[in-house]
Nanobody
Framework: QAQLVESGGGSVQAGGSLRLSCTASGLSFNDICMTWFRQAPGKERQPVATIDTSGGSTNYDDSVLGRFTIARDNVKNTLYLQMGSLKPEDTAMYYC???????????????????RGQGTQVTVSS
């Protein structure tokens, strides 16, 4: 059974860093593109960053460009999101999602993904 499990969330002060992880099981990890989403209270769930199957192609939302880095380890079946220079507006539940295709697109909605995690909370205080 396919499963995605996020970890690494927590509380941090503005300007700090966190690294989120998403570990996959029951999936052919090398054959799935992946995306990090986030959802702040009262807002829609939005894509933050995507990565292709090889890890060689990434895309970011403008709000995190230059501060966040998405990466993957195809040996450990794990997706990462390194978050730096965190701001209070980064406070949200963060989710990972996977699609059995070489590349995911930032225009794809959460509902497009057949494999989705349960989320990890990130809280940034000022």
């Amino acid at each position: 059974q396919a499963q995605l499990v996020e970890s690494g969330g927590g509380s941090v002060q503005a300007g700090g860093s966190l690294r989120l992880s998403c570990t996959a099981s029951g999936l052919s990890f090398n054959d799935i593109c992946m995306t990090w989403f986030r959802q702040a209270p009262g807002k829609e769930r939005q894509p933050v960053a995507t990565i292709d199957t090889s890890g060689g192609s990434t895309n970011y939302d403008d709000s995190v460009l230059g501060r966040f880095t998405i990466a993957r380890d195809n040996v450990k079946n794990t997706l990462y999101l390194q978050m730096g220079s965190l701001k209070p507006e980064d406070t949200a539940m963060y989710y990972c999602a996977a699609y059995p295709w070489s590349r995911c697109f930032m225009t794809w909605a959460w509902s497009n993904y057949p494999h989705r995690g349960q989320g990890t909370q990130v809280t940034v205080s000022s």
